[in-house]
């Protein structure tokens, strides 16, 4: 167990539906990250965000936004869903710079 | 930019025998290095990592990497292959001050009796 605590684990919805997938952060974790691993893409970085600012963004699309909360947890927000959008979403999370990032066990997301 | 490459999609062993799964990384600075690994079903458990201190980096389960400057590499072993060991196996690279991991398309072990 990493620490790194992610909810819903498994999730089906339509095309053009809107999810949100949330992220708590092992404890004292100031930095959460983001990641999207599919078939044909692999594990892509789309966010990180450190003690509630936005620190990079990678491969994210602009139908897709994230927040991290005062308490730190974080959301991932995916709208317009398309059927490509099906993967497996992970959320890490990590102390300071230089530390090791540790990941949750993801959620499935499932576009029909 | 840094990238990482790992040479074969899927390797084979028979239980028992030396695992080698390889990875080579670009960085135009001084890499911090990664093995993560992912049972079916489940989400990235981190084996080891390379921070610039020791060369031969030890991690869990027996595994080992060793990080070679010249070669631009960071190969995994383990001496002696286990069934459990049967999972994906993914090398990612990151730079000091900037944590963002960036992955190789990983490599699926499967162990045979």
């Known amino acids: 167990d990493s620490g790194v605590t992610q909810t819903p684990k498994h999730l089906i919805t339509a095309t053009g539906q809107r999810v949100t997938l949330r992220c708590s952060p092992r404890?004292?974790?100031?930095?959460v990250y983001w990641y999207q691993q599919s078939l044909d893409q692999g594990l892509q970085f789309l966010i990180q965000?450190?003690?509630?600012?936005?620190?990079a963004k990678g491969n994210i699309l602009e139908r897709f936004s994230a927040q991290q909360f005062p308490d730190l947890h974080s959301e991932l927000n995916l709208s317009s869903l398309e059927l490509g959008d099906s993967a497996l979403y992970f959320c890490a999370s990590s102390a300071l710079v230089g530390n090791t990032i540790y990941f949750g066990e993801g959620s499935w997301l499932t576009v029909v | 930019a840094q990238s990482v490459t790992q040479l074969g999609s899927h390797v084979s062993v028979s239980e028992g025998a030396l695992v080698l799964l390889r990875c080579n990384y670009s960085?135009?600075?001084?890499?911090?290095l990664f093995w993560y690994v992912q049972y079916p079903n489940q989400g990235l458990q981190l084996l080891l990592k390379?921070?610039?201190?020791?060369?031969l980096v030890k991690g869990i389960n027996g595994f080992e990497a060793e990080f070679k400057k010249s070669e631009t590499s960071f190969h995994l072993t383990k001496p002696s292959a286990h069934m459990s060991d049967a999972a994906e196996y993914f090398c990612?690279?990151?730079?000091?001050?900037?944590?963002?991991?960036?992955f190789g398309t990983g490599t699926r072990l499967l162990v045979s009796p």
């Open positions: 990612a690279v990151s730079t000091p001050g900037f944590q963002k991991l960036v």
């Open positions: 965000y450190y003690n509630g600012e936005e620190r």
């Open positions: 390379y921070t610039s201190a020791a060369t």
């Open positions: 404890s004292g974790d100031l930095s």
């Open positions: 960085s135009s600075v001084p890499p911090y």
